[in-house]
């Protein structure tokens, strides 16, 4: 951004969680890639972050969130939520109707028209904390499906300021979105931003399919410089801007001494085993229970594998409010005392399963120690954990083994095994792959995958979704003539 332009990032966290514990206040940071990403940008332009820390604010937590806020180059704003807020926008809307939806899994939604409700008013209190910062030459951010409605309270109250949109989870093709009931505002919601954009192109050839088929007045041009969507008077910029990591955060302390240490000792736990390693955020789908079930099928298919490999898989809390997550830890939990009930013996646990948070450090020490990574959602918008991974492997031995359906295998699928988590078999094959896989060619796979992350990292990401606002103008958006305009038809 330019010098004295104003960075305003609005997502449903802040960088820090505040939590009651035992009557006392517990400052934690929050977990996710995005927040990770995130937090990188804005160290580097400052500015000011909304979010919800995690309780209704009072004067205390107002403390605690301005305490936390000297150890950032940038001002965290909270916006309270009350219990029946976080009920209804939280975990009603966000989580058991968008959530679900987006990804496929449509039985799991609850269309309750008092989520509907909660969503809209909620998404009006953070465009009124957002437009207390903008002025004309500010850029306000706003991440994730928790927001689609906010560029239009903006656009009501905000002179002059850029409003951009980034969704991080997937976008889904008209058959499966029209069963939204609010598909129409949805839809309008996001054609209130200047710029949206998405992970992978499929999402995005997934969203401008949804306006064609839903929008009667909506017309999507295609030019040079991407597509344009004009909409009651608007032209909207769309695009697809994969999500990446800071490349150099992971490899710099995947290299210090301190962590070499650590790897070793971990290695020298296992006795030398080959380790697999499955990291996830605790989620239906994320895959978790599939993985576990490729795996016991790739112990009774390859016995010779016995002894010779040990899965590590660590799960991050999440939701735990919510009974299909209870319900979730309850099988992931099961289904790892089955496969060591099975396979264990004196001296061999196959699957050693850790379920809480885990700092940064400690993971780049697995990312490090794993001869392969597991990640394998059943869909995921990008999934940062594949390139955490490849960036912390500095030996670059490591092997990733990646779901067909995550966002990032349409950028690491030329270094990566990529699998269908529906295919035991093929999953179970993966594995033995990785672990017989000759030095030169894991070698090989991985600096392919270490050079593309070195040369896009999340820099480069908030730089091309910037520099799209920057270069929007009323000369880019105007139609143009006859043959040199490919747009779509409406079939409304």
């Not at 160290?43 to 305490?67: N, P």
């Not at 409010?321 to 992931?332: A, G, M, S, V």
């Not at 993966?430 to 896989?437: F, G």
Request: charge should be negative.
């Amino acid at each position: 951004m330019n010098e004295g332009n104003k960075l305003i990032v609005v997502s449903n966290r802040l960088p820090i969680s505040i939590e009651r514990e035992a009557g006392e206040y517990q400052v934690t940071a929050s977990s996710g890639g995005l927040v990770t990403a995130l937090d990188s940008v804005l160290r580097k332009y400052s500015g000011v972050w909304i979010g919800y820390a995690g309780e209704e604010t009072d004067d205390q937590v107002l403390r605690l969130i301005g305490l936390a806020s000297l150890d950032h180059p940038y001002r965290m704003e909270p916006v309270a939520l009350s219990a029946e807020e976080i009920s209804k926008f939280y975990f009603g809307f966000c989580n058991e109707i968008i959530w679900p939806l987006f990804h496929d899994l449509q039985s799991r939604c609850n269309f309750d028209p008092e989520y509907w409700q909660a969503y809209q008013e909620v998404n009006r209190r953070f465009a009124d904390a957002a437009g207390r910062f903008a002025s004309k030459d500010s850029f306000i951010w706003v991440h994730d499906y928790h927001f689609t409605l906010v560029g239009g309270y903006l656009r009501k109250q905000t002179r002059g300021a850029g409003i951009g949109f980034f969704q991080h989870i997937p976008f889904p093709p008209p058959d499966i979105f029209e069963k939204l009931p609010w598909r129409v505002a949805l839809l309008e919601g996001m054609l209130d931003y200047d710029v949206v954009g998405f992970q992978t192109e499929r999402d995005q050839r997934n969203f401008l399919a949804c306006v064609e088929a839903l929008l009667p007045g909506a017309r999507v041009v295609q030019r040079i410089d991407g597509h344009h969507v004009h909409y009651q008077g608007r032209c909207v910029r769309v695009a697809a801007f994969p999500i990446s990591i800071d490349f150099h955060e992971f490899a710099d302390v995947a290299a210090r001494d301190d962590i070499n240490a650590q790897v070793r000792k971990l290695r020298i736990h296992h006795q030398g085993r080959k380790i697999i390693l499955g990291v996830d955020r605790l989620d239906y789908t994320k895959g978790i229970v599939e993985r576990l079930r490729a795996f016991r099928h790739m112990l009774r298919k390859h016995p010779q594998m016995k002894r010779v490999v040990t899965f590590l898989q660590l799960v991050v809390p999440s939701r735990a409010d919510i009974p299909k997550y209870r319900e979730l830890k309850d099988e992931i939990e099961r289904l790892v005392s089955e496969i060591n009930g099975e396979f264990s013996d004196a001296a061999w646990v196959p699957v050693h399963y850790l379920y809480r948070r885990f700092a940064r450090e400690e993971l780049i020490v697995y990312y490090r120690a794993a001869d392969a990574a597991l990640v394998t959602p059943l869909k995921d918008g990008m999934n940062l954990v594949s390139k955490e991974y490849c960036a912390s492997q500095v030996g670059e031995t490591g092997v990733l083994i990646l779901s067909e359906f995550a966002g990032s295998a349409a950028q690491l699928r030329h270094g990566a095994l990529l699998v269908n988590p529906n295919d035991q078999e093929a999953m179970a094959q993966a594995v033995v792959d990785a672990c017989e896989m000759p030095v030169t060619q894991r070698v090989w796979r991985m600096s392919q995958l270490r050079l593309h992350l070195r040369e896009n990292d999340v820099y480069d990401w908030a730089e091309s979704f910037l520099d799209a606002h920057r270069t929007l103008s009323l000369a880019t958006c105007l139609p143009l003539p006859g043959r040199e305009m490919v747009a779509t038809a409406n079939p409304g």
